[in-house]
T-cell receptor, first 114, second 113 residues
Framework: GNSVTQMEGPVTLSEEAFLTINCTYTATGYPSLFWYVQYPGEGLQLLLKATKADDKGSNKGFEATYRKETTSFHLEKGSVQVSDSAVYFCALSDNAGNNRKLIWGLGTSLAVNP | DTAVSQTPKYLVTQMGNDKSIKCEQN?????MYWYKQDSKKFLKIMFS???????INETVPNRFSPKSPDKAHLNLHINSLELGDSAVYFC????????????FGSGTRLTVV
């Protein structure tokens, strides 16, 4: 079945460091891919998405490219800030029939120190 | 205006009680969901409704019963609460399946004592 694998956290970085959070997936068909962010004490927010191969999603300085050949959707940011401290979730859509279910990774906690 | 609103935000109750959590979305979405997030941040889908019809019903104790009076509302009723039910419960909505992602509520932190 479909699945998402994220790198385990926690990830701890200093401000202005480069961030990569790895995400790989297993899926049949042509899923859409998502990154969600959950700030402390809040619900999840859609950070970015890509709906087909080679698409690049970007938002708030974060980027991820849908790579079908490596089945990956790694999240990157060139210079992190303390305010980026959150839990990041990779997810893919299961577009089979009416089963409108997102398949979620386990989440990666990021802590950015000043 | 809050797009997906849940009430209450916090709920502390004793074992054995029955409680409800309410969710409303004003986005005109056709599908709504309930998720449970445990202390390790793991997200587990519980239920999904599309236009008031139940389409996803994962392996959840039958003490949990969702109700969707209309496509803008999805409530969750829990009978005979147990300690293991303590978690954060999130409501979410989407349109056109999951192609464009979900909009989440801010969560209800349920603590059973």
């Amino acid at each position: 079945g479909n699945s998402v694998t994220q790198m385990e956290g926690p990830v701890t970085l200093s401000e202005e460091a480069f961030l990569t959070i790895n995400c790989t997936y297993t899926a049949t068909g042509y899923p859409s891919l998502f990154w969600y962010v959950q700030y402390p004490g809040e619900g999840l927010q859609l950070l970015l998405k890509a709906t087909k191969a080679d698409d690049k999603g970007s938002n708030k300085g974060f980027e991820a490219t849908y790579r079908k050949e490596t089945t990956s959707f790694h999240l990157e940011k060139g210079s992190v800030q303390v305010s980026d401290s959150a839990v990041y979730f990779c997810a893919l859509s299961d577009n089979a029939g009416n089963n409108r279910k997102l398949i979620w990774g386990l989440g990666t906690s990021l802590a950015v120190n000043p | 205006d809050t797009a997906v609103s849940q009430t209450p935000k916090y709920l502390v109750t004793q074992m054995g009680n029955d409680k409800s959590i309410k969710c409303e979305q004003n986005l005109g979405h056709d599908t709504m969901y309930w998720y449970k997030q445990d202390s390790k941040k793991f997200l587990k889908i519980m239920f999904s409704y599309n236009n008031k019809e139940l389409i996803i019903n994962e392996t959840v104790p039958n003490r949990f019963s969702p109700k969707s009076p209309d496509k803008a509302h999805l409530n969750l009723h829990i009978n005979s609460l147990e300690l293991g039910d303590s978690a954060v419960y999130f409501c979410a909505s989407s349109q056109v399946g999951s192609l464009y992602g979900y909009t989440f509520g801010s969560g209800t932190r349920l603590t059973v004592v």
